[in-house]
Each structure stands twice: as structure tokens, then as C-alpha cells.
């Protein structure tokens, strides 16, 4: 398996290599043989420029080759602007994987700036009354916007605790609990399943109902939504030590497994009428991985441990035997990823996935960077 693995990182390199020298700007998906990029004046749009950051910082960390390293550091930079703006949910996921994960690798101070203003900014989306971030929308929008989580942000709660260690201000850190708390009790069901989004009474803070935007239905499991919850709680486990939040994640992590299509990669809900003949998410499988060898790497059960290895390994194996571009002139990593079914936006490569599919590879290939960029919590 590891020479497979090798091989798909090197193929993971090239294709990073020439889509920097490519690209004009922010990839989001890849359609007709051509990256689309992000719309510049859409701010929710940029929830994904940290995803291409991310991929020329882990190139850079990996290789050591300089060219990585001047274009993770120009790309970073135009995130600056993104500091202010209370319109995004994700700039955790931004921040976390341009600034954060450049701080981890180069020690440069002049990463941190930004990062810590970009995480006050953050904190401005806390709901104190349902002790929640909210997602989408405006902070101060109408209620249902304002009453809105999803598990999406789970992701972005380790931008909050890594703010706190950085910055000795223990309030990221809280709100991050206070959150992850609340979306535990409100989007994990008992059998290890997630839904998307919780609506609350922002006045009040009271939870009134589970939904979706990405979903089948209010009921059902997302898969990339699941994939978030199982990363996001293996996270917040190894940033406090809570083990509530070691338990969630083992639980979502069991659920992904036995729900599994026989080569690892799930469609894109769970809950699909029309599985096998719809469509995959190879983005979600990429997150699962990634997030089974967070977990993995915080377990106290050894075998445990040795389990959710194994199947990420298994997963990234058939990423790369079963849903790569090798062998074509896609200037992707993985194809058949899906950015929203219900908005008929399917099937095509995504710059998130390609993304955790390159931070699946070095945690199971680089176990000292892993410890350098992964595990200083
Ligand atoms: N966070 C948005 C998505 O996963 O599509």
C-alpha cells in the first residue's frame, strides 16, 4: 500500500505544481477540464481559499522546495482582506489552513497577525443566548439566519482553540466548547448520523428543529456534513481533552464505517433513495480519512487507534486506485466529488477535496510532519 501512496503523492506534487503555475485565482470546482474560480466579490464564496493555501503549504512542507513556499506565501497574503468581514462562517477553515498552517511550518511571526485579527473578527458570529457560531447569512440578519448552525463550522472551531494558545485570551477557546457542546447535542443522533443544520430562537437560543441545505432532507445524512462532524469532534477532543467529544467522534466514526459502499467512498448522502446509481462524494471520503487519523492520532484505545488507521488507509488507497484524474489531463487530484446535489452541483473534482486527500497522504506518509503541522495542540 505505502508505494501506491508514495506515488499518489507525487502525482498529488505535479498537479499542485501546475495548477500554481495555472491558476489566476482561488479554485472552487472544476468543470469542462477547467478550475472555476471563486467570485471575487462574493464573500461567501471564498469559504474555499484556504483549501489551495493549504495545498502549496503542504508541497512546501513536504518537499522543501522554495517554489511552494513563495507561492504559499503570495497566495496567503491576498487573504488579508478577508480579516474584517463578518460574512463567512469559514474563516476558520481560511485562516486555519493559510496563516496557521504557514506559522507551523516556517515559525515566521509575520503569519500571525492577520490569523489572530481574522479570529476576533470571528467571534462576532457567537450567539451567547444558544451558545452557537452562526452560519450564513448576515450577524445581523433576519431570525432564521441568525438562528442557524451547521456542522460545517465544527471545522472551524480549531482555529478558536489554536487563537487561545497563541493568544493566552481564553474566550476563543470557550465560545469553541460552548459551540462544539451545542452541536453535539443537536446535530449528532444517537446512532452516529448527523444532520447539517440546527435552527434555534436567536432571542431566546432555543433549539427548535434539525435541517439541511446540502442534504437529502431534514432527516438524512450528508455525507461531507458527516465528515465535518467526524474531523471537527476528533479536533476538539485533542484541543481539550474532553472525552464527550472523543466519544462523538468514535460514534460518528462507526457510523461512517458501516455505511461504507464496499470501496470506502460514501455517495453523497447516506440516506440516497437512489444509491448505487447516484452520485459519490470523494470529498467526503478524503475528510473522513483525514479526520479517522486525527482521531486515531487522539485515541486512548489502541486498537481502536490501529482500526480507524487502517481504514483510512483503505479509503486513501481507493481515492487514488478508483477516483484519481492519473491517466487524463485533468488538472485535478480526485474527480467525482460533490459540491451540492440538491443545487445540481455534482461530480466534478473539488479543491476542498483535493485538499484533504494531499493532508490524508502526508499524515499517513510523514508521520514527523504530521507531528509539526498536525499535532502541536
Ligand atoms: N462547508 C460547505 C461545504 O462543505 O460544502
Not at 283 to 306: F, M, P
Not at 337 to 351: A, F, I, T, Y
Amino acid at each position: 500500500m505505502t508505494s501506491q501512496l508514495e506515488k499518489a503523492l507525487d502525482y498529488s506534487l505535479e498537479i499542485i505544481g501546475r495548477n500554481m503555475r495555472e491558476l489566476d485565482y482561488f479554485p472552487e470546482r472544476l468543470e469542462n477540464g477547467a478550475w472555476l474560480t471563486v467570485q471575487k466579490d462574493r464573500m461567501p464564496s471564498h469559504w474555499v481559499d484556504g483549501f489551495w493555501t493549504g495545498q502549496l503549504w503542504l508541497a512546501y512542507a513536504h518537499t522543501r522546495d522554495e517554489k511552494f513556499e513563495t507561492a504559499a506565501r503570495r497566495w496567503t497574503g491576498e487573504l488579508s482582506h478577508l480579516k474584517e468581514t463578518t460574512l463567512t462562517h469559514d474563516l476558520g477553515f481560511i485562516f486555519y489552513l493559510s496563516n496557521v498552517l504557514g506559522y507551523r511550518i516556517t515559525e515566521d511571526d509575520e503569519l500571525l497577525a492577520d490569523a489572530l485579527h481574522a479570529a476576533e473578527t470571528f467571534t462576532r458570529r457567537y450567539n451567547p443566548r444558544g451558545e452557537y457560531m452562526q452560519a450564513w447569512g448576515r450577524i445581523d440578519g433576519p431570525p432564521f439566519e441568525r438562528g442557524r448552525i451547521n456542522v460545517d463550522l465544527m471545522m472551524n472551531m480549531p482555529f478558536f482553540y489554536w487563537a487561545t494558545k497563541q493568544s493566552g485570551d481564553r474566550n476563543y477557546a470557550l465560545i469553541a466548547s460552548r459551540h462544539s457542546r451545542t452541536s453535539r447535542h443537536t446535530l449528532v443522533r444517537p446512532d452516529g448520523s448527523v444532520s447539517q443544520c440546527a435552527d434555534f430562537d436567536p432571542e431566546s437560543g432555543a433549539f427548535l428543529r434539525q435541517s439541511t441545505h446540502q442534504g437529502l432532507s431534514h432527516d438524512s445524512t450528508w455525507s461531507r456534513g458527516l465528515a465535518w462532524g467526524l474531523y471537527g469532534f476528533a479536533e476538539a477532543y485533542r484541543w481539550t481533552g474532553d472525552l464527550v467529544f472523543l466519544h462523538t467522534a468514535r460514534r460518528i466514526a462507526e457510523y461512517a464505517i458501516a455505511n461504507a459502499p464496499a470501496d470506502k467512498v460514501p455517495f453523497w448522502d447516506y440516506n440516497s433513495l437512489d444509491i448505487p446509481n447516484t452520485y459519490r462524494d470523494t470529498s467526503a471520503a478524503a475528510v473522513i480519512a483525514t479526520g479517522l487519523l486525527e482521531l486515531a492520532d487522539g485515541e486512548t484505545d489502541d486498537t481502536l487507534a490501529q482500526r480507524w488507521r487502517e481504514e483510512a488507509g483503505e479509503i486513501a488507497l481507493s481515492l487514488w486506485q478508483t477516483y484519481s484524474t492519473r491517466d487524463t489531463d485533468i488538472p485535478a487530484i480526485l474527480v467525482q466529488g460533490s459540491r451540492s446535489v440538491p443545487h445540481d452541483l455534482k461530480n466534478h473534482p473539488l479543491v476542498y477535496g483535493d485538499y484533504y486527500f494531499v493532508e490524508t497522504l502526508i499524515r499517513l506518509l510523514r508521520p514527523d510532519l504530521t507531528e509539526t503541522i498536525f499535532g502541536d495542540r
